[in-house]
C-alpha cells in the first residue's frame, strides 16, 4: 500500500482496518510514541500496579522491559538506526504475542440460545411476592 496523506479520518480508517503499519511509512516513526514507553515504565513501577500485580500473580512486576523500550526508542528517533527499530519492532511482536497466548475464560457461542427472543423470566419457576 502506498502512503497517502488524506488527514486523520484515513488514518484511523486505515490503523482500524489494516494495522498502524500501514497508516505511516515505518521509517517515519517507530511503533509507538516514545512517551508511552515511559508512562507503561512509571505505571509498572507504580506503588498500586505492584500491589495488584503481586495480588495476581504472586510476584512482583518485571518493569525493565519498559525502560529498554524507552532508552531503545530514544536512540532511533536521535540516530534513526535500523538496530533500533528492529529491536522496537520485535519488542511489540513479542509483547502482542505474550497476550494473544492465554486462552480465554469463558466459551464463546457459535450460535445463540435457542429461546433467545423471549423474555428472561419465561418458562423458569420464579417466585412471586
Known sequence: MEFRHEGVFTCIFLVVSEGLNNCFPSFLQPPRCCDDYWSEFRHCKSLWNRFHYYYAHGTSPSCQHWKQDYNTCREWEKTKSTDAKEALQN??????????????????????????HRPLHQGHPHEDS
Do not use: I, Q
Open 91 to 116: 519488542s511489540e511482536r513479542n509483547r502482542v504475542a505474550e497476550k494473544k497466548k492465554f486462552t480465554p475464560v469463558w466459551d464463546l457461542r457459535k450460535d445463540p440460545p435457542k429461546d433467545w
